[in-house]
């Protein structure tokens, strides 16, 4: 398969795209699906690269669709309206229609608790699920301070022109390639006045040169080490955070992963080692339970060719 990264590919959106989004999905929810539905599909047959990255995951899982082409095409055509579902959800969220009551599982009582002690933490998220929902948050929480790390250089610009159109106001974002000794100073400050740092831990940047080969879903893949060497850089609690679409409501799982505030700099490679192989455990479990959640649309188990 094509070496091409991650970053090249993209999700195919604009900012003026997803805008029109939002403005579109205040028409209704069937006006924007009858709107989504055929550009999902006409993205699932114009893009050969996602659609061999759909087909090469679902085997993995599920090696006998080898031997059955039509359930294959079937099966990651599914995957490409899963992620159109994705779309619709995280356009909703952005517009403020989802409820807190639409959360559901542990992971909500956990999080409240986790809020109420008033110590904030670093977040580990990945691209499983839609953890836009998770903006019903702040309809619990109005205190709530989320600074989301990001690998895009209009994060900041898309946020701005994102609360303009819906009128709410939306997490901090922070674009990765711009983290500083300042900046990290401010990530540690937010983090002791109770606010909370989130980061993608399953894609390495464009500019990654930092990352290991990880056990998952039977093959190695690229991680990048980035989030882990922050973690210990932050001294905090560390959680991970999910939330996948269940019939007509959201599943939220919310854990305590680690705590760096008192590593020792000797322990740290170890630490970083053991940490990111135990994550990479964990997404591979969620994502053996929801698979058509999962959201990689590009060569994931491809190997860089330099570390």
């Known amino acids: 398969m094509s070496r091409q990264h991650w970053a090249s590919i993209g999700e195919r959106g604009t900012l003026t795209g997803m805008l029109l989004m939002v403005h579109l999905r205040r028409l209704g929810e069937w006006p924007f699906?009858?709107?989504?539905?055929?550009?999902?599909?006409?993205?699932?047959?114009?893009?050969?690269?996602?659609?061999?990255?759909?087909?090469?995951?679902?085997?993995?899982?599920?090696?006998a669709l080898r031997r059955r082409?039509?359930?294959?095409?079937?099966?990651?055509?599914?995957?490409?309206?899963?992620?159109?579902?994705?779309?619709?959800?995280?356009?909703?969220?952005?517009?403020?229609?989802?409820?807190?009551?639409?959360?559901?599982?542990?992971?909500?009582?956990?999080?409240?608790?986790?809020?109420?002690?008033g110590r904030g933490g670093l977040v580990l998220v990945s691209h499983h699920g839609n953890l836009d929902v998770v903006n019903a948050f702040s309809e619990q929480h109005a205190n709530l301070q989320l600074t989301v790390l990001m690998h895009t250089r209009n994060a900041r610009k898309f946020n701005e022109l994102l609360e303009r159109a819906?009128?709410?106001?939306?997490?901090?974002?922070?674009?990765?390639?711009?983290?500083?000794?300042?900046?990290?100073?401010?990530?540690?400050?937010?983090?002791?006045?109770?606010?909370?740092?989130?980061?993608?831990?399953d894609r390495i940047a464009p500019s990654e040169q930092r990352?290991?080969?990880?056990?998952?879903?039977?093959?190695?893949?690229?991680?990048?080490?980035?989030?882990?060497?922050?973690?210990?850089?932050?001294?905090?609690?560390?959680?991970?955070?999910s939330c996948v679409r269940e019939h007509q409501g959201f599943t939220v799982a919310f854990e305590k992963f680690d705590d760096t505030s008192s590593l020792a700099r000797a322990e740290r490679g170890n630490w970083i080692a053991q940490a990111m192989q135990r994550h990479a455990d964990l997404l591979a479990d969620q994502v053996q339970r929801y698979p058509l959640q999962w959201f990689n649309f590009y060569p994931f188990w491809h190997v860089p060719e330099a570390n």
Not at 33 to 62: C, E, K, M, N, T
Not at 217 to 240: D, N, Q, S
């Open 33 to 63: 699906r009858l709107v989504l539905g055929p550009v999902i599909l006409w993205y699932y047959l114009s893009h050969g690269l996602a659609r061999q990255a759909s087909r090469d995951f679902l085997a993995r899982l599920d090696p």
């Open 69 to 117: 082409p039509i359930a294959w095409r079937l099966r990651s055509l599914r995957h490409f309206f899963s992620f159109g579902q994705a779309l619709m959800d995280k356009v909703a969220a952005w517009n403020g229609k989802h409820a807190p009551e639409a959360l559901n599982g542990t992971g909500v009582d956990n999080f409240r608790q986790t809020f109420a002690n």
């Open 166 to 201: 819906t009128g709410r106001r939306q997490p901090d974002i922070m674009d990765v390639s711009e983290l500083s000794p300042a900046s990290a100073q401010q990530l540690d400050q937010r983090i002791r006045d109770g606010g909370f740092v989130v980061i993608a831990a």
């Open 211 to 241: 990352y290991r080969l990880l056990k998952f879903l039977g093959a190695e893949a690229a991680f990048p080490e980035g989030p882990f060497m922050l973690a210990t850089l932050l001294r905090c609690p560390i959680y991970t955070l």
